[in-house]
């Protein structure tokens, strides 16, 4: 099939160099002129494994080209679908902002011959009907198709979903997906559109409650006489349960979780609809992201103001370089208000990224520098390199007494068992 993805960010990249490598021929179409370069030029625009290397492969079969702008590639050989893949951020008060949505599928209403549309972002219930009333020619070739890929395993997920949901007015689209998407080992959900709408938001939702959830248990863990990993270990062996985002820490740390649960907050309020259970786990969440904070406060008392902390990680986890709602976007702010100064490590993100991120922190290149002469140390992501740091090592580095807020949970407490600094977790980790 000739198929257009507009929108080349993680779902959009990925989904295009995955539609590719299946055999059709895909057409990635990017507006922002520094991504579209980069993708032109072989080079992945978003850290996902495998997607560097399999992006070089479909350039290399001439099946994927990457475009400014979808009606001009329309006009030379014209698309059978087009994916819309564009953001769909946070406005000021929750809501999802659909502005880009909107345009995208303006762009694709006007095309002739008029191809399939397929709506991948994630869109409050709702959107589609009414975005598509203005576009009536649309809603038989119209489909909303919510993506549930995870970041750090998106190529594999583009093509083994755990589920596909088919949100059509008219049956024959699905067909259109069945087609476009090959033979899946997956079920399909197929329903209306606005339902499947809610059916994104629902997982969401229950995802971000898995994880306050797991962060709540911790808050009750937070004494000797209890051992928080143990606790969720056995937690998380209930097959009804599993061990999936039951990770006490800081919080969602990807991009989505926040948004979405704060859209779906927005949108059952416009309704006057009460969300007990969702405001609860929007208020955990925010609460977590003190945890850094708070126990420093805790542990350092007056001592804080003139006291040096050093951020160990600034991605919410190693494989992913989406930064945009990662915990050290919360947590170094706070500590800047705080500390007498604050040093960020972060082995793949270098010094100006760190500095535009972190305006008043100090970026370090390595390791031991950041932690050199400082009285606090906050884990904001499990990179190997710190999780397999030689402590004894870093501690003689630390200025006495020294703490370390391990804020995802991810040190080997024996490895730091007698060493001369207090280590403090999301609930208790130290045997009793
Ligand atoms: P993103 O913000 O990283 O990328 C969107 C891209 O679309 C940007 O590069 C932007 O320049 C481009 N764009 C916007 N309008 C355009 C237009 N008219 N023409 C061409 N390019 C245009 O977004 P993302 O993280 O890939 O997410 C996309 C959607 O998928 C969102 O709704 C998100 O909630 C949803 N989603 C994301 C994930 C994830 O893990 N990131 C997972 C599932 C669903």
Redesign the pocket.
Request: one cysteine or more.
């Given at each position: 099939m000739r198929v257009a993805v507009?929108?080349?960010?993680?779902?959009?990249?990925t989904g295009a160099v995955a539609l590719a490598r299946q055999g059709h021929h895909v057409t990635g179409?990017?507006?922002?002129p520094a991504?579209l370069r980069s993708l032109a030029g072989g080079r992945a625009?978003?850290c996902e494994p495998g997607l560097q290397q399999e992006l070089g492969l479909a350039l290399g079969t001439g099946r994927l080209s990457f475009a400014?702008?979808?009606s001009r590639a329309h006009v030379a050989e014209p698309f059978e679908v087009v994916l819309i893949?564009?953001?769909?951020?946070p406005a000021e008060d929750g809501a999802?902002d659909l502005s880009?949505?909107k345009?995208?599928l303006g762009?694709v209403a006007e095309l002739l011959p008029a191809p399939y549309a397929v709506l991948?972002?994630?869109?409050p219930p709702g959107t589609s009907e009414r975005l598509t009333a203005e576009h009536p020619r649309l809603r038989d070739r119209y489909a909303y198709n919510?993506?549930?890929?995870?970041?750090g395993s998106?190529l594999d997920d583009w093509s083994a979903p755990s589920r596909v949901v088919a949100g059509v007015w008219a049956p024959p689209v699905v067909d259109v997906l069945r087609a476009l998407y090959g033979a899946l080992a997956c079920p399909w959900v197929v329903t209306a559109p606005t339902t499947a709408e809610m059916a994104?938001y629902a997982g969401n939702a229950f995802l971000a409650t898995k994880i306050s959830f797991a962060n709540e248990c911790a808050r009750l863990c937070a004494t000797p006489d209890l051992n928080i990993d143990q606790v969720m270990q056995a937690v998380g062996l209930d097959p009804r349960i599993g061990h999936a985002f039951l990770q006490p820490g800081l919080g969602f740390g990807?991009?989505?979780l926040p948004?979405?649960t704060a859209a779906l907050a927005r949108w059952a309020a416009s309704r006057g609809l009460p969300t007990p259970l969702l405001d609860a786990v929007i208020d955990v969440n925010r609460d977590q992201a003190a945890l850094v904070r708070d126990t420093l406060r805790r542990e350092l008392g007056a001592d804080l103001p003139r006291s040096e902390v050093a951020v160990l990680g600034a991605r919410y986890e190693p494989w992913s370089d989406?930064v945009?709602a990662a915990p050290s976007r919360t947590v170094v702010p706070q500590l800047l208000a705080e500390a007498a100064g604050v040093r960020v490590w972060d082995p793949a993100t270098d010094a100006d990224e760190l500095a535009r991120l972190f305006p008043g922190a100090r970026p370090c290149a390595d390791l031991r520098t950041a932690v050199r002469g400082a009285r606090a140390v906050a884990v904001l992501t499990e990179w190997p390199e710190a999780v397999e740091a030689d402590w004894s090592l870093l501690a003689t580095e630390l200025a006495a007494p020294a703490v370390v807020v391990d804020g995802k949970n991810c040190l080997l407490p024996e490895r730091l068992a007698g060493l001369p600094l207090t280590y403090r977790s999301a609930g208790n980790r130290l045997p009793a």
């Open positions: 507009i929108g080349q960010g993680y779902v959009g990249v179409v990017e507006k922002d991504r625009p978003v400014p702008g979808l893949t564009v953001g769909t951020p999802a880009q949505v345009a995208a762009e991948k972002s994630t869109v919510p993506e549930f890929l995870n970041q998106a994104k990807d991009s989505c948004k979405d989406d945009r």
